[in-house]
């Protein structure tokens, strides 16, 4: 069987997908209550659901099996779940990986599918969303918004896109966004605006 990347259709000359027969999926968040029920609903969906809350938790099982899914939070708590991608997308180069964060936005999307993520979905996000994700085929494009960005909003993913561009340096963003860097760091720290 030959499946090309998640930019591209499915060969499907035996019929098969091979992400239908692995239904293994290593889901790593630190927010425990929310790990858990996405756990129980993924294992009802027919995952085989391996759960960590730390990156190091989450190296350590894709160090005995390469699961053919990932579910990582963008943000856990002192750390970047981007840092993992790389190392998933190494162990298993057909591996469907989605983003989830409760601070979505584009520059973290961009930077998440440039080192192999196919998806990106911002909290709060049901079950079903995340099982369309990472079943998805093809060039599938999402339908237009309803309710486009407010300025607000997009002058908060500008920040969001310079802070990225600055790998997350508060100090070189503020400079060059000519912002005060505890002004920057407030922005920072909550969430995007409507």
């Given amino acids: 069987m030959n499946i090309k990347s998640s930019d591209g259709p499915l060969n499907k000359a035996n019929g098969e997908d091979a992400h239908l027969e692995d239904r293994s999926l290593l889901i790593v968040d630190d927010d425990k209550p929310f790990l858990s029920r996405l756990g129980r609903a993924m294992t009802a969906r027919g995952f085989d659901v ?6 190091s938790e989450a190296m350590e099982i894709v160090e005995h099996f390469a699961p053919a899914f990932a579910i990582v939070d963008l943000r856990l708590s002192d750390e970047y779940g981007l840092d993992i991608v790389p190392v998933l ?3 298993r180069p057909d591996m469907r990986i989605i983003m989830l964060t409760g601070y979505g936005n584009i520059a ?3 930077a998440a599918i440039k080192i192999g993520a196919v998806d990106y979905l911002a909290k709060p996000v049901d079950a079903d969303d995340i099982e369309a994700a990472l079943l998805a ?4 494009k999402p339908p237009p918004p309803i309710d486009p960005m407010s300025a607000d909003r997009i002058r908060w993913e500008h920040i969001q896109r310079v802070f990225e561009l600055c790998d997350r340096n508060v100090s070189e963003t503020a400079r060059r966004l000519n912002m005060h ?5 407030r922005i920072l720290a909550k969430r995007s605006p409507q």
Avoid at 137 to 140: L, Y
């Fill in 181 to 185: 860097r505890r002004t920057l760091q």
């Fill in 50 to 55: 391996s759960m960590a809350t730390t990156l």
């Fill in 108 to 110: 973290s999307a961009i």
């Fill in 89 to 91: 997308r190494q162990r």
């Fill in 137 to 140: 085929v093809g060039e599938q």
